[in-house]
Nanobody, 126 residues
């Protein structure tokens, strides 16, 4: 059973930074990828970034390129999302998800097939 647990959310000021963590456990196929998503009140869940577990290949949504960086620590089974230059519109619940197929890395987003964490709240004040 795959399990993902996010942490690192909280309150930040505009222009500040936060680093989110996603600890994974359980069995998964070797070519899987981990993605970060967010959902603001009244909005649909939005893809942000993804990383392949074995090769470290990354893929970003245009909306966060240059501000957010995804990385992973294989020894710690953890994927990170470093968020810089935060804006009030970044306020949302942030989720990590495991894509067994890895196709999230080519922009094929299929949330219904992913394993999800419980989410962590990020609030950015102006």
């Amino acid at each position: 059973q795959v399990r993902l647990v996010e942490s690192g959310g909280g309150l930040a000021q505009a222009g500040g930074s936060l680093r989110l963590s996603c600890v994974t456990s359980g069995r998964a196929f070797s070519n899987y990828a981990i993605g970060w998503f967010r959902q603001a009140p009244g909005k649909e869940r939005e893809f942000l970034a993804a990383i392949s577990w074995t090769g470290g290949r990354t893929y970003y949504a245009d909306s966060v390129k240059g501000r957010f960086t995804i990385s992973r620590d294989i020894a710690e089974n953890t994927v990170y999302l470093q968020m810089n230059s935060l804006k009030p519109e970044d306020t949302a619940i942030y989720y990590c998800a495991l894509d067994q197929s890895g196709t999230v890395l080519i922009g094929r987003i299929r949330p219904g097939l992913y394993n999800w964490g419980q989410g962590t709240q990020v609030t950015v004040s102006s």
